[in-house]
């Protein structure tokens, strides 16, 4: 008899698990949606243009790679990984030189920067990215821009390099929004 009262119990707590996780997930898009707050002025230039909407919201932590060139440190890429969340649960894919994003089922997209702004003098500018070539199927096949939000470091060393060559790998995180055509 307890056998049977204690498989309705976990029963029970499973259905409850699983319908509240289920909840989460629905409704987690819709948080997001509409894309990121954006400072305004500021950073008007940086919002995507009208009939795209935001397709996938990725967090990212690496580094932004810089090498000295004698007189200045000089940008060379990004390395980081990205993540369905913001506790950096849930490898989607890579980030790097491009710059390219590539999803673990092998879709990538290459951006060119459009536009940015810096609403943290102490953090990377904020991007908009627009989609010059995507590739392979799943998450990036039909990207049409990307935005860069919510940074943290990854800027340039503020001292000089000791020698001509040397590289500074300077750790950085940030938010990603994917956008698609309406």
């Not at 997930?25 to 919002?47: I, N, T, W």
């Not at 990725?58 to 990205?82: I, M």
């Not at 506790?87 to 673990?104: A, N």
Request: charged share 15%; with cysteine.
């Amino acid at each position: 008899m307890n056998i049977i009262k204690m498989k309705q119990i976990v029963a029970l707590v499973a259905l409850l698990i699983i319908t509240g996780l289920t909840s989460a997930v629905s409704a987690a898009p819709a948080a997001y949606q509409d894309g990121p707050e954006l400072p305004s002025p500021l950073c008007d230039r940086v919002r995507v243009p009208e009939g795209n909407q935001v397709l996938l919201r990725l967090y990212a932590t690496g580094t932004q790679n810089y090498r000295w060139d004698g007189t200045s440190w000089v940008f060379v890429e990004p390395v980081a990984t990205l993540f369905a969340n913001p506790e950096y649960d849930g490898r989607v894919g890579i980030h790097y030189r491009g710059p390219v994003w590539e999803s673990i089922s092998g879709s990538k997209v290459t951006g060119a920067r459009l536009f940015g702004c810096q609403p943290d003098s102490t953090a990377i500018p904020w991007l908009l990215l627009e989609a010059v070539s995507t590739s392979g199927p799943g998450l990036f096949r039909s990207v049409t821009y990307i935005q860069r939000v919510n940074t943290t470091g990854g800027l340039a060393p503020a001292t000089p390099g000791s020698s001509v060559g040397e590289v500074a790998a300077v750790p950085y995180t940030a938010e990603y929004y994917f956008y698609s055509e309406n």
